[in-house]
């Protein structure tokens, strides 16, 4: 993984600026830097619209008692389409406005979702660093076919009137 990465931080800008040599040589100099503050300017745009819209329905879909892993997805997405628009050049500026168009994300989001499910070094730790047994062995879980189950442990905790978060009575 570190080899590909190493790979991309020399590709990416090579690649870039010979796409500036070749677009500069086509509509010159000033043309060139023009395109390029204006998809930065346009990238920003389009960042705190579609963002603020993907905020909206990530709050409605935890109002529903869902998570919002759809939206969670886009939105990194959409951060890194940011990043990428805000990065000088041509090719980078051309994934990151196809991340700003939803079909793309959803098509990545599912691949991203096999990759996953196909992956067998998936590990989850509990808290205590022991790898996170769903139902541990001396339970049972119930077998409904539309409940949901949680199990677990509270503790009742005292009110400090001391706390600045405390209500205070008057």
Avoid: Y
């Avoid at 600026?17 to 300017?41: E, M, S």
């Avoid at 990545?108 to 996953?116: G, I, M, S």
Wanted: net charge negative; hydrophobic share 45%.
């Amino acid at each position: 993984m570190g080899f590909f990465i190493l790979l991309l931080f020399i590709a990416v800008p090579v690649t870039e600026i010979a796409v500036f040599i070749q677009v500069g040589d086509i509509i010159g100099l000033w043309p060139t830097i023009a395109i390029v503050i204006l998809t930065a300017i346009l990238g920003t745009a389009l960042l705190r619209q579609q963002g603020m819209n993907t905020l909206m329905r990530a709050q409605a879909t935890l109002n529903t008692g869902h998570l919002p892993t759809a939206e969670l997805f886009d939105g990194a997405c959409l951060l890194f389409a940011g990043a990428l628009l805000l990065t000088p050049g041509f090719v980078t500026d051309t994934v990151g406005f196809l991340l700003f168009f939803p079909p793309f994300r959803a098509f990545l989001r599912h691949k991203a979702k096999d990759l996953v499910k196909n992956s067998s070094n998936i590990h989850m730790m509990g808290p205590d660093g022991r790898p996170f047994e769903p139902h541990p062995p001396h339970s049972q879980p119930h077998q409904g076919a539309n409940s949901s189950v949680i199990d677990g442990e509270f503790e009742e905790v005292k009110a400090n009137p001391e706390s600045p978060w405390s209500e205070k009575q008057d």
